[in-house]
């Protein structure tokens, strides 16, 4: 296992450099975006494209019997290894010029993710995950990740991307309920959110309605850096949904109890 895991780790950031090569390429250069979305705005550019084609291509040569999950392009197969990619995290930072977006990249064997990359180009940061390892590289010099070791939810940092891109309404309450107990709620990060909380800089990282490729990479990320990675009913996180990202256990289960509260009825009978 350790040999393939290392065959499997230098492959991935290989992967990254790649995918590094094409996104700094067309970063800041007023590239236009196409929706996918006939409601709202869900952006893809030619750079997403050619980055997960890349990937793509590169996965299927060295290991044509392993499946691949993307969110441009997926190639399904009957494998007991799985890669889940996101070309861009992001992209409507991309488009707009902010560094925050990144290329995620998770390898799983028989369900279980034991490989995950968070490569930031523009900051030229790489956060990795793997067997009980968790650390960075920052302009080349690498350093362990480890959590916060802050355990009172009045004294938590709370991260997502935008309050508008949670699944539904109540999601969307049960967030503001749990921003007005924290002390500081910061929007805007993308993944590089969980790779600060992985840091020790943000506490809790909430979002909704995500997908497979928007959350694999991060799970050994967080995990071997000492935190929790669940969705909102404490389970795997594998096909996306409602994520919850703490730095600990004590966090993570106030956390579910003040989002997962009932919303109050708003059909109460008016008096008079």
Known sequence: MKKSIKKFLNFSNMLADEARLISLKYFKTKIKAKNKERSGFDPVTVADIKIQKKLNHLILKYFPNHSIIGEEETHPKNSAYEWCIDPIDGTKSFIQGMPLWGTLISLSENGNIILGVADIPALD?????????????INGKKSNLKVSNNKVISDSILNTTS??????????????????KVKLTRLGGDCYSYCLLADGLVDIVVESGLNAWDIRALEPIIMNAGGILKTWDN???????????????????KCRSILNKKNPSKNKSKMG
């Open 125 to 137: 940061e790489r956060y990795i995950g793997y067997e009980k390892k968790s650390y960075k590289i």
């Open 163 to 180: 309050p508008y891109l949670f699944a539904n309404k109540n999601d969307q309450s049960s967030f503001e309920r749990l921003s007005k």
């Open 235 to 253: 389970k795997n996180i594998s096909k996306g949904g409602r994520i919850i990202a703490c730095a600990n256990n004590e966090i993570f289960n």
